[in-house]
């Protein structure tokens, strides 16, 4: 074993104290002094190496993470394109990982989904958008890449960030209008899946990818954010996954609008108003709202 600190010092005495008392010969006692001494210098040299093995581990890992962040800024940069502003921008995003404990990389790739909507948000509210993100990854099972992914879909298929203006209207606003649009709808929005998730056992993440599978088709017969999002976290809590929830909502939604296999004629013919005054189809808010009054009435085959 190799000896270091105190204990390689006493040995070196002991040794050179033995070898006095027991080696006459001159050349056996430069032998053995040389041998100890060898012993000496390889003691010096394991924790050297040591050293040197924990700075090349260093030096490895600091590579690996700088190339992760060299990819992540090249595809950030290509998304939110050569602007002006855009070392401002990459320098806040990383600023905002660092508030929220999330790594730079996952910081940067968030910023890259928000720059890919860059027009229809604007290119000034990235920013707010990643910060967005990121406070709905801290409250539930996603990543911020996944967060940002997940309220880009929500966006898409509702508009939800918008309130209750358009698109069109949207972007006359000033960028300070935008702004404030834009965090007091996405707060709400985040605001109400959170409620819905801590009064059932459906996660955010959860309910986020089953919304974004119909969400599309309940926005245009005017079903509400926190009603679909209650509606998952229904068939969540009732045992079934994501995906299959997603798509028998999704589905629900499709028999119901396209009158498929004369659903809706069936529905109506056991007495239930499907439709306004405008012959619009009802939200599926309003209809289940409809056969919840009546459940007890109906039979089994019903």
Do not use: C
Request: no cysteine; charged share 20%; hydrophobic share 45%.
């Amino acid at each position: 074993m190799t000896r270091i600190g105190a204990s390689q010092v006493f040995f070196n005495i002991v040794a050179n104290w033995n070898a006095n008392k027991l080696i006459s010969d001159a050349k056996s006692m430069r032998t053995v002094m040389k041998a100890v001494s060898l012993d000496t210098f390889e003691a010096i040299l394991k924790p050297l190496d040591d050293f040197q093995m924990m700075v090349e581990q260093g030096i490895e890992a600091v590579r690996d993470l700088a190339q992760e962040i060299g990819f992540a800024t090249i595809e950030f940069e290509k998304f939110f394109g050569n602007t002006s502003d855009i070392e401002y921008m990459r320098d806040k995003l990383l600023e905002l990982g660092e508030a929220y404990a999330i790594t730079g990389v996952d910081a940067l790739a968030a910023g890259s989904r928000a720059s890919q909507v860059a027009n229809l948000i604007g290119r000034g509210n990235v920013e707010l958008l990643v910060q967005q993100a990121n406070i709905l990854s801290e409250i539930s099972d996603l990543d911020a890449e996944g967060a940002m992914r997940g309220i880009i879909q929500l966006q898409q298929q509702t508009g939800f960030m918008y309130g209750k203006m358009n698109r069109q209207t949207f972007q006359t606003l000033s960028l300070e209008s935008q702004r404030l649009v834009l965090l007091e709808n996405t707060a709400s929005g985040l605001n109400k899946l959170n409620t819905i998730a801590n009064r059932s056992v459906a996660m955010e993440g959860d309910i986020v990818h089953v919304m974004s599978q119909f969400a599309a088709q309940g926005h245009l017969v005017g079903d509400s954010f926190e009603a679909m999002a209650s509606m998952s976290a229904v068939l969540l809590e009732a045992g079934e996954e994501q995906g299959t929830a997603g798509r028998a909502l999704r589905a629900m939604y499709a028999r119901l609008g396209g009158n498929i296999n004369g659903a809706t004629d069936e529905m109506e013919r056991l007495g239930f108003v499907m439709r306004d005054e405008n012959e619009d189809l009802l939200s599926m808010e309003e209809i289940l709202g409809n056969m919840n009054m009546r459940w007890d009435d109906l039979t089994s085959r019903q």
